[in-house]
């Protein structure tokens, strides 16, 4: 097991059962609200190989119909020193800490939880797409089949079991890394304290909390350059799963 | 464009806000106007706008009659609208405007039981109070559906300061050229209203484009980031919708002909007018969605042929053709003398 993963186990473990009945670790660990994690990811662009598995994952995992994506890698070519380079960028809701989104929705169907994620109660969503214009990352989209908003939610149905959100199980270079910000000994903490680590458009101060390592500053705020090839999503005609 | 970057894996990203979100600005903005077109003749008292205040009148009820169909229409959960009654969330421009459309067509309503059946020369106090209250409700629309937009920090070009002057000049600008349009057409046509009607519409119509001048140089001119977008919109990626069609068909030629006194004319200024006043819309929402937040070039939007599109944008025009011969033929029955 990878040891992000085991980390990440033993920080679940910690919180949902009884406190650690080691002193020095009690004490360690005395600074933090166990009891309210704050979960963040952290997107190391050094190893992102640009496979989509995380796409396809998520896409999986959330039943997102075909042409829709909850998390996507956009993928550029970039000049660095004079030379052709690819640059990934995965992207996803980043469960900002000022969100947009949330304030503008009329019926109150999108909130954040206490650790960080932002959802929608599908069951309350009118569909008006306000939260989808709220936006500034293209997080969010219609749902064709649900005709609600959607996006990516963390995977929390995964994080309340114990598990990592899917993209970051099935990511192969291991670019993901999922965690309690609010735990000084995750990785994800120990990895923002190390690097450099930057937000897409922090301008905007949406504070958002997927933190990008190596990520490009022509990547950081709108893309300008010769756009991609791919203009329209193709409409699948598909029938439910189920 | 940055030749040194290329985008290689992208994904246009859908619009959400379509061609029933423009049918609805565009109603409600027809609407407003046409209320705001009563004041010069039931709240300043100006003379000879008797006839001009009925008519923009019938133009307000109208059109306020397809823009809640529009706006519900819209909604991907339509039948979930009720959601907005039990939940009202002030942080949300668009739950203040789920009371305030209501409001603003019960006073409408009122106001035109008021003003073109019960007092149609306009002199009762209660005509004036109508008159002002609704006026308020109206530009309470004004606000709110610029506010919708323009407090987004998503969208560049969507700026408040901007949006709701524009909305509210072109959506009086449509209400003039509509009522012109109409009457003309009508057997009670009077030279003397079209002229009123033609004058004030050349008027409003050289507010707008005074308006979209002052946006597009404060874009040239680095003072202002949405103008800016509204610059590359015009000149990099629509040209045809905002130069050709909005600028040019919608606001420019209507304004020039507006200077000529003939009645062929005067149909063609007001329908190139109502034009122009869908088109502002139809630029904002569409060109505005097709800018990309975070990709690059610009995301071409397919019109579709069926309910969601151009069969949408001409039932909406059909359903207030119907409401207003309800209406008229309503009104021609009951007030012969001011109708038939």
Redesign the interface.
Known sequence: MDSSRRKFLATVAATVTTPVADRASAARHARTNRDKPRWVMVVDLRKCIGCQACTVACSTENRVPVGQYRTLVNQYEVEQEGKPRSAMLPRLCNHCENPPCIPVCPVQATYQRSDGIVVVDNTRCVGCAYCVQACPYDARFINHETQTADKCTFCVHRVEAGLLPACVETCVGGARIFGDIKDPDSEVSRLIASFDTKGLKPELKTRPQVYYIGLDNRLQHKIEGVPGPWTKTANFEQEALS | ??????????????S??NSWAVQYFFFIGLSIGGVLLTTPGLLFRRPGWTSVTRLALLVAVTAGLVAPVALLA?????A??Y??Y??F?P?????WG?FLLPTYLLSLSLFALQALYRDTDGRQPLTRAAALVTSLLAAGIALYTGS??GI????ELWQVGWLVPGYLISGLAGATGLALVLNTLFSLASRADNRLLSRSLGLLLLLSALWVAAWVSAGYLNLSGSGAALLRLMVEYQPTESLLLWIGLGLLLPLLLSLFNHPLLHVMTGLLALFGAWMVRWAMFIGG?GI?????????F?LPPGTEGVLGILGSFGLWLAALIVIRTLLSHYKPRAWA
């Open positions: 464009m940055n030749g040194n970057l290329i985008e290689l894996i992208s994904v246009a990203q859908e959400t806000w819209d909604l991907h959960q339509p979930r609208f959601r907005f039990l939940n969330t942080t949300s421009w668009m739950s789920a919708e937009m987004l920090i998503s969208r969605q990309p937040k975070n990709g690059a070039g610009f995301y071409p397919d």
